[in-house]
């Protein structure tokens, strides 16, 4: 009965592996019409390569005039090298002390939230910073980005002096204030 049972599964799948096949043939109609379609309309035209101008080269021959990048002195030729060199030497930024963290933001983003006298009696002020964090300050500190030194704090306002550009390869001080906002 073993035998009987494995010939009928064996004939059983034959019939449906012919009956599966036989299903594939059917359905290739529109496909074949539609690729009749095709072979049976003109062949296209393919547009020609575009023509390229060769490149022209560039000769600099300004070679005589100022460099753009060097820094221009706008002083009057008459003036004499003392007070040149006294303008030159005048007030600078210092550059080698380490920076602190309020010197990152712009002047006019830090806001006096409000001020706090210690036990010594020395009164500190609290910045309020772009970033969300309040910062302690007091008379010394550094803050803004054009080097602004703290020379007072008040309930009121905090005042600065600035050392700023003078657009001439100098620096002038500028006083400015941050005042306390409610």
Same mark, same amino acid.
């Given at each position: ?88 030497? &005048?007030?600078?930024? @210092?550059? #080698?002390?380490? /920076?602190?963290? %309020?010197?990152?933001? +712009?002047?006019? $983003?830090?806001?006096?939230? &409000?001020?706090?006298? @210690?036990? #010594?009696?020395? /009164?500190?002020? %609290?910045?309020?910073? +772009?970033?969300? $964090? ?49």
């Amino acid at each position: 009965m073993t035998g009987r049972l494995q010939n009928l599964l064996k004939l059983s799948l034959v019939a449906a592996l012919v009956g599966g096949l036989s299903g594939c043939g059917e359905g290739l109609g529109d496909l074949q019409q539609f690729v009749q379609q095709i072979r049976s309309k003109p062949p296209g035209r393919i547009e020609p390569i575009p023509e390229f101008t060769p490149y022209q080269n560039f000769e600099y021959t300004s070679h005589d005039l100022r460099d753009p990048f060097k820094l221009v002195d706008f002083r009057r030729p008459d003036e004499l090298p003392d007070e040149i060199a006294e303008l030159g030497s &005048g007030i600078r930024p @210092d550059l #080698d002390r380490v /920076k602190e963290p %309020l010197e990152d933001f +712009p002047l006019d $983003t830090l806001r006096l939230k &409000g001020t706090i006298d @210690d036990k #010594d009696g020395i /009164k500190w002020g %609290l910045i309020f910073a +772009p970033d969300n $964090t309040i910062h302690r300050v007091i008379e010394g500190n550094y803050m803004g980005q054009n080097h602004g030194r703290i020379i007072s704090v008040s309930d009121q306002a905090i005042e600065l002096t600035e050392i700023v550009p003078d657009g001439l390869g100098n620096y002038i001080e500028r006083s400015s204030a941050v005042a306390l906002i409610e």
